[in-house]
């Protein structure tokens, strides 16, 4: 048997929440977070081109983001310090789920780990005083080819918990993630 689980079931068909074992003992701990094989065993055959690492404070705001088309890029994303609210949507043309949002508590102690099939949305909302969010992706960035939802959007009804930040008045966000359409106007 392999090294990870999937847990629970999100409703939606790829979308995913995986968790690595954790072997821990008097010095610590050890995980591998990602394995090919161990991952292809819980239907994820995706080859990763690219790791990426972000640093947010408290109450950013990155997202929904996705690249358009042929550059839709899978994503394997988890939090190595602090802890984010992480929200996928299905962007699948013709998906039972359209449109359908998911989110998911990732923390650097739960050892959760979201798998983001292409042709989704993703953004996430940082939730302690800081955080690194870790993530791999199938395609190399096109720029000009990305593309986005405005987060509040309420067709999608993602229930950020932004009480947990202070309240709106202490979000962040960048000038374009506050000018992306709706799900309607996509």
Sequence with gaps: MGQVKVIGDTGIDGLKVVKPTRHEDSRGYFMETYSQRDFEEIGIDCTFVQD????????????????NGEYSQAKLVRVTKGAVYDVAVDLRKGSPTYGKAYGVLLTEDN?????????????????SDEAKFCYK????????????LIWNDPELAINWPIEEVGGLDKLTFSEKDTKWPTLKQL
Excluded: C, T, W
Aim: charged share 20%.
């Design 52 to 67: 990426n690492e972000s640093f947010s404070k408290k109450g950013v705001i990155r997202g929904l983001h996705f690249q």
């Design 111 to 127: 050892d959760l780990q979201f798998f983001i099939p292409e042709n989704f949305a993703h953004g996430f909302l940082v939730l």
């Design 137 to 148: 992706v199938n395609k190399f960035y096109q720029p000009g080819d990305e593309g986005g």
